[in-house]
Structure formats: C-alpha cells, structure tokens
C-alpha cells in the first residue's frame, strides 16, 4: 500500500504543476485540457484500487456528494471560504483524503482539487451517470476559478440578490475575475463577498474623482470619460418592465384585448413602450436645480416635455383625486383643498416657469417644483448626479492559490538514519559532567560535515541535554494546517515523524522526545500531543535497517 500511496501522491504533484500554469495563464488548448483529464483519470482508478478502508470511505462519501449536488461540480479551493459555510463536512472530507494520500509530501491543501477531478471522473463512469457525462467532463478542468453566478445556491445567491437588489449588473469575466456596477457606498461588501467565493480579481467602473480619493493604487484597465450615470435610465427600464410583467399576468381575454390596445403601432402601446411616458411625470415635478442636473447627466431628457407632462399630470391627478374624496364622503372640504391645491400649483407652475428670474414654489426658481414633487425632491439629493469622468479599474481580492511543490526533509532525514556513526561520536548523545556545557556538538558536527543541509527547506537543530536527543525539525504552514515533520537522534535509536494537524503546537519538536520510552504506544502518544490522528512514526536502530514502520491507516 505504501507503493500505491507514493504513487498517488506522484500523480498530484504532476498535476499541481499544470494548474499552477493554468492560473498564471487560464488559456489552455484542447490537448492541454486532454492531458489533465488523462491524469485525473489514472488518479481516480488508483484510487480506487487502495483497499485502504479510510481512503475508500472517504471517496464513497465524496461520489455520494457530487451524485446529489451538481454545484460540488465546479469547485475550486479558491471557494473554500464560501464552502466551508456551505458544507463544512464536504471541503474537510476533500483535506482529509487528500492528508491521508500525501502524508510526508503534503504542501498544500490546494492540492485536494486533484482528487476532486479524480472523483469526479470515477463518478461519471456509472450507468446512472451516462447522460450527464459530457456536463462533468466539462468541469475536470485543473483550475476551475471562483463560484459560477448561475449557481444560485449558498454564497453565490446572497451576492447575486444583493446586487440586483441594487439594480446593477455583475458578469464573471474569467476564472479568476468578477466585473461588477456598484455604488462605491456598497464596494467594501461586494469585495469581501467576490473574494468569498473565490475571485482573485474585481473590476468595476468608478469615477476618478473616486480612484483619486480612495483607490490610488487602483489599475486602470479603460477609460471611459464618456460613461454617463444611468441610475434614472435603470429606474426608468424597470418600471416599463414591471408594467408590461403585470400585464402579462392578467386573465387571457383580457391579456389579448389589452395587448390589441397597446400593440406598438398603436399611440397607446408607442407611449407604454417608451419609458419616459412613465416617468417623465414624475420628474417633471422636480425644480429647476434637478432639472437642469438631468439634462446634463442625460442628454435625450427633455426637461420641456417632463415639465409639461408632469404639470398636466398632477393637475388631473388632483382633480380626480378630490372628487373622489367628495363622492365618497370622506369630507367635502378635504376634496376642495386637493382640487383647489392642484390647480394653484398648475398656475403658480405655470407663471413662475415663464419668469426669468422667478420664485418658484419649492425652490425659487424656474421652472419651479410641484408641492407633489417635494417628496421626491427631497430624496433625490445625490440620486441624480452631474456627469463624471470615469475609468474601469482592476481591485486585486486575494493572491493566486499556493499550488508550487515544497521541498520535505525526509530524504535528509533518512540520509542521517543511514549515517554511519562511529561509536565515540555516538556516544555524545549521552549527558554526563564531560560536556554539560558542550552536549551534543561533536554529534552536530559529524553530520553536518557529512550532510550539509538541503537548500530551500528550513530546518531548526535543537540539542536538548535534558531528554539526551538531538532533535531536527521542520514546519509547513497552509491555511488552515500546518506539517511537522522532526527527525529525533538518541543514542542508537533515530526516530522520524511526521504530523498534520490544524491544531498550533509551541516547541512542537522538543515536546515529543519523551515519548520514545519503552513500553508506550508511541504513535498513540504522539497523535494525543499533536492532537491529530494522521501522525506517522519511522523509527530505525542504527545498527540495523529499519525496525519500524507504522501510521495510522495501518494500524
């Protein structure tokens, strides 16, 4: 089994290697593509053939999984914050397998996207499967990116309704980047959110005048000084739209008379499918500040016809209105003053709009806002905005998965197993008043003198008189797990370690040469220090070959 698991963690590595490239560069050609699936295929039939009881487990879970829920298909470790909030099981059953299959080799958690093509492969092969195979063959892809926006499950749907809730577009450009419209008020949200579900990069149109303030170290991808605000024109296509979806929800007599009545050559329907007859008497009601805010932001408005539309409007509306408060007896005085309200403002509009330099009745000047309009006034401070310049820009989100191979200290580690000591040197191992002050270093330097430390791995040396051992030790650290590996020297005795746990040990190397004492179970000991039941345990007598060999799967 060992063989097969070296094996297995082989075919990873080589598959890292091509995602590594692929995130640097997402363009990959048809026979690119082909090689890795070739790859996750031999993976996956490996993987299978284990007959290790814990893999094996670990995969039927995983294949039960993909079976049920088509949105596993596009994950990505790059997802995992909004996985782990969606289904916390399913990403730690991926880190599981994946540390059980790499052991001395892991690196990196990235790594278990490998075994989720693998899986995903196996599972394609079943008879069940067979109309769905092209779909999930699609997907066994070595870098697959952040949440697709169609899935609109879990996190994906919370950033989608949010942003429509606001109105404004959001397009997956690439893998790796999400092109957004937002209001810069809203932009910290967004961010946390795209990067939640595993973009690396955000683009998003924002104003200069914002760049400049706020995102100076912002990378300006386009220019488009041109861009106008299109707030009123959103505002404007969508109650066109809710009209015409309210229509289409009428019985269907009454939907085929109305659709002959409002067809498009008719005057009616011209109006209806031109939203400004909506809304046009709506902002015609706002003063000459807005106005005038309007025409600038927006060209094809035409504040004569709005102003016009929008003085005709209120007018009929307030006449309709207080006769109907008459006829219904809800106060003779209360439907005068509306009819009689409507009709002052219709004149004092009227007048003042044809005044050069009027009072008008809401805002001194002309032409002057409706006292219908006052609400609407009011809450279109910094709705309506004056054009700006404006420039697309790119926001880095998170930087690009680790998926390069780390270099381990075992081979180092074997290598000084393997030493040949000669009795005198060994014997420094052992404390006494002859080197108190000098323990262990004549050890250190025999081996260093005949095995120089290995380039680009980290490895602390610590001598500790009190536990009679020379200790080597090294640590990897990813997300949210972290590799020890320790190599412990005692006389006649080498002991390596090898643990992958998410739990933070301090001086995690001097902590376990107490467990190397006769009669102990010396993994289960060491699995209760580092908290973890993936601990692996080489011991050699170096008089011998090796005398020991033992993890947890073969326990």
């Not at 007896?329 to 509009?349: Q, S």
């Amino acid at each position: 089994m060992k063989t097969q698991l070296s094996e297995l963690s082989t075919i990873i590595n080589e598959m890292s290697q091509i995602r590594e490239r692929t995130i640097i560069n997402p363009e990959m050609t048809g026979s690119e593509k082909d090689s890795y699936m070739l790859l996750a295929r031999r993976l996956g039939r490996k993987l299978s053939e284990t007959g290790n009881q814990f893999i094996d487990g670990h995969v039927t879970s995983l294949r039960q999984k993909i079976g049920k829920d088509e949105a596993t298909w596009s994950y990505d470790p790059v997802q995992d914050i909004h996985w782990r909030k969606k289904d916390r099981k399913f990403v730690s059953s991926l880190e599981e397998l994946l540390v059980a299959i790499v052991f001395d080799d892991f690196h990196t958690l990235d790594a278990k996207h490998h075994l989720m093509q693998a899986i995903k492969y196996l599972e394609s092969q079943e008879p069940y499967f067979a109309e769905k195979e092209d779909a999930i063959f699609d997907t066994i892809l070595p870098y697959l990116g952040g949440v697709p926006l169609d899935n609109r499950k879990g996190g994906g749907k919370k950033f989608l309704d949010y942003m429509f809730s606001t109105k404004y577009e959001v397009e997956r450009k690439d893998p790796s980047t999400i092109l957004v419209g937002a209001d810069p008020k809203i932009l910290g949200s967004l961010i946390n959110e795209a990067r939640d579900m595993g973009y690396s990069n955000m683009q998003i149109v924002l104003s200069k005048k914002f760049i400049e303030k706020k995102m100076k170290d912002a990378k300006i991808i386009e220019d488009h000084t041109d861009q106008k605000q299109n707030d009123i024109l959103l505002a404007m296509e969508k109650t066109n739209s809710i009209f015409h979806n309210m229509l289409n929800k009428l019985p269907i007599p009454i939907h085929q008379k109305l659709s002959e009545v409002y067809a498009a050559d008719k005057p009616l329907g011209k109006i209806v499918r031109s939203p400004k007859y909506l809304i046009y008497p709506i902002l015609g009601s706002l003063p000459k500040s807005s106005q005038e805010k309007l025409s600038r932001a927006y060209p094809e408005y035409d504040k004569k016809k709005a102003f016009y539309s929008s003085l005709l409007g209120t007018t009929i509306a307030a006449s309709v209105g207080g006769l109907v408060v008459i006829v219904e007896g809800a106060g003779l005085a209360v439907g005068i003053g509306l009819v009689t309200l409507g009709y002052t403002d219709f004149l004092t509009r009227m007048f003042l709009s044809h005044r050069r330099d009027p009072y008008g009745l809401v805002t001194f000047s002309s032409p002057s806002g409706s006292v219908f309009g006052i609400p609407l006034w009011m809450a279109e401070k910094g709705f309506i905005k004056d054009p700006e310049d404006f420039a697309l820009v790119e926001l880095p989100l998170r930087e690009s998965p680790e998926t390069t191979y780390k270099k381990n200290p075992i081979e180092y580690y074997q290598g000084i197993c393997e030493l040949e000591i000669p009795k005198s040197i060994e014997e420094k191992l052992v404390k006494d008043a002859g080197n108190y002050h000098t323990y262990a270093e004549g050890f250190l330097e025999h081996i260093k003198s005949n095995l120089p430390l290995p380039e680009q791995v980290s490895i602390e040396t610590i001598a500790d008189r009190d536990q009679q051992s020379v200790i080597y030790h090294h640590e990897l650290k990813t997300g949210t797990i972290t590799k020890y590996i320790s190599l412990v020297c005692q006389k006649g005795k080498r002991h390596i370690v090898t643990a992958i746990t998410s739990s933070e040990l301090k001086d995690a190397g001097r902590k376990i040469t107490s467990v190397f004492e006769e009669n102990k179970d010396h993994v289960a000991e060491l699995q209760k220090i580092y908290k973890t039941p993936f601990v692996k345990l080489t011991s050699y007598n170096i008089q011998q070959k090796e005398v020991e060999n033992k993890t947890e799967e073969e326990k």
